[in-house]
């Protein structure tokens, strides 16, 4: 049996970093002032037809579709703001009396495309979405999150660019003016750009198939149909990003993918040479008008997600490691298996008291524990043989120095403490009393 196309397996290395990738993002968001939402990975087929949009690519042709054992129409989630939308609405949060509500969310996303590198079929995105907010500085606040973020992790070849869609009147303007384009080179189109025309002209700026021609080229541009409310949200935004300290790129012909998005739109790029063609980090924008299409009462939103597949191809090509190996605070070796019960019952208690422990479940011999406690990067090896258990005093040596102590049944938790605390290689001085120095 082999894994679906398009799909991977986690596990060693790779599972390491990514749990490391989500715990910093779990305290950014906290930082941040973000609560955690979660909702299904399956939704009503309606939802993303409605949300996304009919015309994207995404809903006409990536999406996962299925009907359930009740005939109802299902989709798995090819992204995430259309369900957290529905959750926004379906839970009354625009009644809620914190303002504006600011969320954020992790998870699996599906799109049936061609895989290739940076593209897969199953993705994991993180992303943030706000609602009830119009001011221009939370656009610039939720551009800034991805840009630290990546800050945070070192990574350096980062671009962002940004663009403004305009709001509806802006659009419909704009729209007017690419049906009069458009209408004498029809027949020069592609089939789907030419039902684009019908129902989403604006799309036709996104086509992969048509980008070459000259047409595309010498299309009218949006910037010169935003309205004076447009053109002052985006020198708002610009404004607060400069004040922000991010560096941007104005990129007139940055439109995305989905059809929800209003004013701002934006997207961050790796900017390495060599990168290959799945450069874009993350995007985003505002969405002021999907609430209501969604069904809920007019509010404005903005929000972006980040793809986790991109990110970690993009720390490797910068080659930047993320934090520690695993270790070990101790590892508990039982001198025969008669102290097996004791050995178990240390390490519950151990790991009970914040520290990182394992013991021995292959039955190895003396040598082999303690080859394996180097293999595991244990600071410290404790043995529990006959004589520790008569005298309830135990065998402690630090796998380093190879110095041996010996320690009190009663006193092994404040001596792991005291030795951590000494220890300049642990270096945090946290507050949290399971950290024992480890907190990164
Ligand atoms: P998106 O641009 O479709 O936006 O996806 C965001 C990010 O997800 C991309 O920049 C990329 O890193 C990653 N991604 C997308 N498709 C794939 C794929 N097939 N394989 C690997 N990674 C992929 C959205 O999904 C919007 N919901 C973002 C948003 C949130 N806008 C407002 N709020």
């Known amino acids: 049996m082999q894994k679906p196309k398009g799909t991977y397996d986690v596990y060693g290395e790779k599972a390491r970093k990514i749990q490391y990738l989500e715990k910093l993002l779990a305290s950014l968001m906290e930082k941040y002032h973000y609560q955690y939402m979660r909702t299904p990975i399956f939704e009503a087929s309606e939802l993303f037809h409605r949300g996304v949009g009919e015309t994207t690519d995404i809903v006409s042709k990536e999406t996962y579709d299925f009907k359930d054992r009740g005939n109802r129409d299902m989709t798995l989630r090819p992204e995430g703001t259309a369900g957290i939308v529905r959750s926004f609405i379906e839970n009354k949060l625009y009644g809620e009396a914190s303002q504006p509500i ?8 599906y799109r049936y495309e061609r895989p290739q590198s940076g593209r897969f079929r199953e993705f994991y995105q993180f992303g943030v979405e706000t609602f009830g907010s119009n001011d221009p500085a939370l656009d610039a606040e939720v551009i800034s999150i991805p840009v630290n973020f990546y800050r945070l992790l070192g990574l350096k070849g980062i671009k962002v660019n940004i663009n403004s869609l305009g ?14 384009y458009f209408k004498p080179h029809l027949e020069n189109l592609c089939e789907d750009c030419q039902k684009r025309y019908q129902k989403n002209p604006l799309r036709i ?17 949006l910037q010169d149909y935003l309205n004076e409310e447009s053109r002052k949200h985006f020198d708002q935004v610009k404004k607060y990003l400069e004040a922000l300290g991010i560096e941007y790129v104005v990129n007139p012909n940055l439109v995305r993918g989905l059809d929800y998005y209003t004013y ?36 404005p939103g903005v929000g972006f997600a980040l793809g986790f597949e991109r990110l970690l191809t993009a720390l490797e090509f910068e080659e930047i490691t993320l934090g520690d190996e ?18 178990l019952s240390l390490t519950q208690a151990l790991r009970l008291s914040g520290f990182q422990v394992d013991t021995d479940y292959m039955n190895r011999n003396m040598k082999g524990n303690f080859k394996a406690s180097t293999r595991f990067l244990a600071n410290y090896v404790i043995l529990i043989g006959e004589e520790e258990i008569k005298s309830n ?3 402690v040596k630090d796998n380093h120095s190879k110095e041996e102590f010996k320690v009190a049944l009663a006193d092994i938790v404040s001596f792991l403490d005291h030795m951590s605390a000494e220890d300049e290689t642990y270096g945090c001085d946290c507050d949290d009393d399971t950290c024992h120095g480890h907190c990164h």
């Open 102 to 109: 600011k969320a954020w969310y992790l998870g699996p996303m």
């Open 167 to 180: 709001d509806n009147d802006s659009r419909n303007r704009y729209r007017e003016a690419l049906l009069d």
């Open 205 to 221: 700026l996104d086509c992969k198939v048509d980008a070459n021609l000259d047409i595309m080229k010498h299309a009218p541009k």
């Open 264 to 299: 701002t739109v934006f997207e961050v790029e790796a900017s390495v040479e060599g990168f290959g063609s799945q450069n874009v980090l993350c995007g985003g924008g505002r969405y002021n008008n999907l609430v209501e299409t969604i069904g809920g009462p007019s509010t």
């Open 326 to 343: 695993d270790y070990l605070d101790a590892y508990v070796i039982p001198v025969t298996s008669d102290q097996k019960c004791e050995a």
């Open 393 to 395: 005093i135990l065998t």
